[in-house]
């Protein structure tokens, strides 16, 4: 018997006050025989469980109960509060309610060893306020559609099923089904805009073959670079790239990577401005030499 059934049926049962075996059954996908081995399991640990037969009857907790601490060991006390603070952490309320009223059950004071804020330094709440909104659809089942910027600055209109965020290189992205193209897409928060929600759900456990490995793709070339950088830019190179292809010497920082092929990568070399010199290949240099004269010509 899995211990952490124990627990779940208990939190349960603290939770909704009175139930049934048939509910419980239904509720932790067992039979009703396996949940009246745990409540016997639960009696003989100690936890007052009330069980009445006939029409009115049900499974309950004495009122006066209060949650034995002792039914998990201190490591997996810490460990729970560990996994509710992370959650709390993500700005879903529901999580800091819980987190607290464990840590209250548990006795234990708790070191505030997370935070997380969507926002970059220059932006407002609005991506705090596009995850919550997720969440609230993924954990509901329901359906939306927005509008969507691709790698290139296209726009386009997806109706998706929305499965799961994920968090990977410095950016958040959702994980959907899009069932007019019966493929599941990957999505980048920052570029969905003017979210709507549907009045339709839909069932996720009839989706089939969901990706286990999350991949994001532009569909976009790479190349292969080497970029000097000047010394004073050190903090950025080592933010920007790996730290196996940073080559670090008395003049700067030599750069061996490879790169989408963007449209955007003219843009992103110049902000480095005079602290960046292309070394290979020279197609990406010709590029680049003449980008910078068709800036000047503006200002001409």
């Not at 399991?41 to 949650?67: E, F, N």
């Not at 529901?94 to 997380?116: A, C, G, P, T």
């Not at 969507?148 to 726009?155: E, F, P, T």
Request: with cysteine; aromatic share 14%; charged share 25%.
């Amino acid at each position: 018997m899995a211990k952490g059934r124990l627990f779940e049926i208990l939190y349960y049962l603290i939770d909704k006050k009175e139930t049934t075996a048939n509910e419980l059954a239904e509720y932790f996908e067992v039979s009703v025989r396996t949940i009246y081995r745990d409540l016997d399991r639960l009696l003989v640990a100690g936890i007052p469980i009330i069980t009445k037969q006939g029409s009115k009857g049900g499974v309950s907790l004495d009122k006066s109960y209060v949650l034995d601490k002792t039914l998990l060991d201190n490591h997996e006390q810490e460990q729970i509060l560990l996994a509710l603070q992370s959650l709390s952490s993500l700005q879903l309320d529901e999580y800091s309610d819980l987190f607290q009223r464990m840590k209250n059950i548990f006795q234990k004071e708790s070191h505030d060893w997370i935070e997380v804020d969507f926002t970059s330094w220059h932006q407002n709440k609005e991506m705090n306020d596009k995850f919550n909104l997720l969440k609230t659809v993924i954990f509901k089942h329901q359906i939306i559609s927005f509008e969507y910027i691709n790698a290139h600055g296209d726009k386009s209109y997806r109706t998706v099923f929305p499965i799961k965020i994920f968090f990977k290189a410095n950016a958040w992205y959702l994980q959907a089904y899009q069932s007019d193209k019966d493929v599941y897409r990957t999505y980048k928060l920052s570029r969905m805009n003017e979210i709507c929600l549907h009045e339709d759900y839909f069932d996720l456990h009839k989706l089939t073959n969901i990706p286990q490995v999350l991949e994001y793709h532009e569909d976009v070339k790479k190349i292969d670079v080497i970029l000097k950088f000047q010394k004073y830019l050190g903090s950025f190179v080592y933010d920007e790239f790996p730290y196996h292809d940073i080559t670090e010497d008395n003049d700067g920082y030599l750069v061996k990577t490879s790169v989408p092929n963007h449209q955007w990568l003219l843009s992103f070399l110049l902000s480095f401005g005079k602290g960046i010199e292309i070394i290979e290949p020279l197609e990406l240099k010709q590029e680049y030499v003449k980008e910078i004269q068709d800036i000047l010509n503006i200002y001409n």
